[in-house]
């Protein structure tokens, strides 16, 4: 496992009525479970967290105070690989959805 970087914080934006939620919260506890530290933040707490609004849950945040920046990565992004991988894994080449979320953690550790 490469090391994640200590000033990107990863946040995991959820509700427990969210579908789609459900679906991708097994594989954000499985990432928690290998350390990787991503916090869950129930979407009701996530008001005034971030620069902009929780567009959608699911909704991965990766938000780095030394360079400023915050990425969002809502329910369209990852339901759609979600959805891709379980039905057409041939069109994807980042395999499944738990591939894609691991190559975005190591993008924004850099």
Known sequence: MKKQS???KIYYVYMDSCGPCKKVS?????????DYKIEKVDYKDSKGMFT????STPCLV?????KNTEFMYGSEVLYA?????ENYPSVLNCGTLAD??????????E
């Open 100 to 109: 894609f979320i691991k190559s975005l953690i190591t993008k924004h550790s």
């Open 52 to 55: 902009k609004q929780v567009p």
């Open 62 to 66: 990766f938000k780095n105070k030394e």
């Open 26 to 34: 097994p594989i954000i506890d499985a990432f928690v479970a290998f």
């Open 81 to 85: 690989i979600l959805a891709l991988s």
């Open 6 to 8: 200590i000033k990107t």
